[in-house]
């Protein structure tokens, strides 16, 4: 007894889609592709359509052949040469995004150090109406005024002279360590400073 012929399974239908047809290339853009159908398009060019339509529907006919077991639309998306050439191209503009977020970022003042604490020196002030002229050592009971080479009571001592030495004031006074100090020149030819409250004015 013969046996019956072996029927190939049925394939199911394909939805009539842009998306099932042979003449579908898909593209980068999700659910969208390129109909490369010769008649409808000619030989070199291709149109972007919607994978879920049939662009070519005329209602009473269309263009749509099935494609052999096409894989499903967006599958495309993930071979190996569009994963690189999104790779290439994401990678870059992320850097350049980093380099100009870095730069751009608002940078917060440095804080400046306190300046040294100390006594600071106060420049020589001219006063002419008193500290110009002969002056006379005075007011140290009898003990006289030492000549300084600086306006401090620390520094180099340069001479000492009596009450009632006369000294030449030079137009120069300063405070320094809680005391007024006038620029003089001694007899000797010698400038220094003496505190103010040892000279006075000389009478004529």
Known sequence: MALP??????????PRRCGTCRFYQPSPVGGRGWCTHPVLR??????????????????LYDFWEPA?????VGVGLLRPAVLLR???????AALVVLVVLHFERPTQPRAESPPASGPT????TPTPEFYRGPLVVTNTGGLGV????EPANETRRIRAWPERTRLDALGEETEAG???????RDPAGNTGWV?????????P
């Open 146 to 149: 030492y000549l300084r080479a």
């Open 68 to 72: 052999a077991d096409r894989p499903p």
């Open 121 to 124: 020196a106060v420049p020589p």
């Open 178 to 184: 809680g005391r007024r100090w006038v620029l003089v």
């Open 86 to 92: 999104l790779t290439l191209i994401l990678i870059p």
């Open 195 to 203: 505190p103010a409250e040892y000279v006075e004015r000389a009478g």
């Open 5 to 14: 012929a072996r029927v190939p399974p049925r394939r199911p239908s394909r």
């Open 42 to 59: 000619g030989p070199n060019i291709r149109s972007l359509v919607d994978a879920d339509t049939l662009a070519c529907n005329r209602k």
